[in-house]
């Protein structure tokens, strides 16, 4: 029998404690409430556009404003065509074995291209969660930041499949937890440690991005390692769709930044990558990544339709989804205020204050049509409760007005029957 | 900025310390010699039977032995076809959402199916990695063991991608390591602590399995929960293909057993599967598996494609491929010694003693035309490297006597040229 008995290196004192039991105790009723509501776990057949059909609520059609495809593109024909081509082409859909031993060559052929687009090292994932990962352990370890090993900090809105590692990598190194966007907070860390390594999403889920020009000025006076999940900014951004955080890098990425991203939302396949910047970062993952060593690839099908969707964003139809896009946020900001209005990012959340409140106005919403996120702890913080909304390329401006004034709707009934909410929905 | 400093459960001088840095630096030449080697990270076309193309060798046509496809269902056209009509049917791969929000009713379709099948409550991931990711904080949350947060207790070679977590799930609970299949020690901690749960694989990926009913007797002596990944296991038995932990177990699971299964390897679509006990369980996983909540689900392609295999595991044919795996591993057992001779399980391991005698031998292997796994640290211990081969149902018999009989002409080359190995090939 054996017990580890060792101090780490977060000392004798400190701990990361992930609390499950609490978070589940604290949230539990709400998600009751909102399963009880028919708002969660929908099962759904597409439909036209955004809309989909709800089979147990009698064949309905509701256009839906949940799905993070951003441009639209996760129905677009030539991307499902390169999925079926690819699957007739190999005649298999998997390969039941680690990255590390053997591969499909049409991987190779995807990585190659992502590569080229992005002008990154791109190695292909089969899910965000699983590049994440991979990612950290090799980041605590030392060997991406000249063998020392950095101080982790995590920014607190990152991910929650980057924040669940703490306690694994606080194993291996000192892991700390800044306020969001804290520059100031990390300076301070920057300044007293030889090495440290920022987590941050470049776009973050619930609305809001990065602080990337601050960091990049970090990075040049500290050597500041980056590591950013930009699974929300992909394809949204750039000439090439290279994304929120890869657009505002000139030139290489160098051998302190990585990004993560993803294959599925803006980009309209399915699965994650991530952007390395040299050969050192490539062989160290392609050996000692987790997900590359003892997980499955991508499969077949999200390959072709990544190849596919990699085709097409070189052609001008990335950049007129592009302008779609900020056209129907644009549309969707004059009806309805938000704390991210004007904002160029797709994410939009109406705040309402008390859970059950926003659990109702979802429902409200989606019995006239609309399927929104009701949004509550742990997603955001308690009392904070409310809806998200994401208006994308693939929605028509009908769909966006319509989604808009029935928003105001519902809160202005709300107020009304004397239900205070905390939404300023006076345009 | 924000430190945590609160001592967790397993004490102020307790840890659980992972070394990615040291797991590198011992291990770096051993797979810089496997590449140079052209060992690893091989990319190829599918070619007959379990026979794949070398671009890259000149189109040269190797047997492989890598791929976990234990009844060779990984090219089974009616498995393929069933991924495509999916996609065809759905006009999408996937959709950018949590499973908590919107599914397609497609995959609704297959976890009732799989349901049945199984006889257990299943829910599908992306893969065993995510499926593991979830399963894992909620057993330590103490919500699945009444309320008691269990200390939890990992076989010393449980898979990667549960081991991995040991460090998060720390600073929730108690965490232990017990040397593999210990039942005894497993049994002191029993007497110990009042919640105790025991994590394994059901088949282990060198060899080697779970002992099944001694962990039922503690179950029913103590209430140990298990939580039991048998990716390996799964549809090579069982008259249901259940696979190897479910088969063992009679009638309903019970509220104490969770295994965790592929949807790729011997099933031979892709993805992931958990099988649950009962309905708190499930609502449980619905709500709050890390996975299910901020990852993505399958897509459409892997779920049309496990659709068509579940069907497939209805029909004779699934005992047909179970009896020829069987066969094909006990040819194959007539010819090599190993370690694991007579064992009904599929993977076999020829220890070779010496990291670069281990390569050696398979680069050999691969001149002459077959596919396996140099293995060494940290996939096995230091100085025990070696092969390892997966015969499978779609190996024909002369694929695994032409193997036999290459593995024993290196052996017995090794020695003649002053090689020494630890193997044992004399048959």
Known sequence: MSINAKTGPNGAGSNLRRSTDSLIRHSRSHFDAAHFHGLMALYAR?????????PHEGERRVVDFVRC???????????????????????ALHWSCARTRLNFAIIGELELALSELFDA???????????????????????????????????????????????????????????????EALETLCKKHPAVAYICDGVYSMGGCVKLEQLRLLQDRY????????????????????????????????????????????????????MLGNDHQEQLFRRFAVAHAFSASLNVAAIGAALASQALHRTPELQNLQLELQSRIALFDCLVPTEQRGSSLP??????????????????LLNRGFYTSAIFFPTVRKGRAGLRICPTAGH??????????????????FEQAGVGTNADFKR
């Open 46 to 54: 597409p439909s036209t556009g955004r809309a989909v059909v709800l």
């Open 69 to 91: 495809s951003y441009l639209g593109l996760d129905n677009h024909p030539k991307i499902i065509d390169g999925a079926i081509e690819a699957l007739v082409k190999y005649g």
């Open 121 to 183: 090292r791109v190695i292909a994932f089969s899910t965000v969660l699983a590049a994440n990962m991979s990612a950290l352990p090799l980041i605590a370890s030392g060997h991406l930041t000249g063998g020392a090993k950095p101080v982790i900090v995590f920014d607190r809105l990152a991910h929650a499949t980057l924040a669940y590692h703490k306690g694994t990598l606080a194993g291996e190194t000192k892991v700390e937890t800044i306020e969001h966007n804290d520059i």
């Open 223 to 274: 050597g500041l390692f980056l590591y950013i999940d930009d699974a929300h900014g992909i394809s949204i951004f750039g000439d090439n769709g290279e994304g929120y955080a890869r657009s505002q890098i000139g030139g290489s990425l160098g051998d302190r930044t990585i990004i993560a991203a993803s294959l599925g939302k803006g980009f309209g396949a399915s699965g994650g990558l991530l």
């Open 347 to 364: 994410i939009r959340t109406v705040e309402i204050g008390d859970e059950l409140r926003a659990i109702a106005a979802a429902r409200t």
């Open 396 to 413: 028509s401006e009908g769909d966006i007005t319509a989604i808009g004034e029935a928003i105001v709707a519902v809160l202005e009934e």
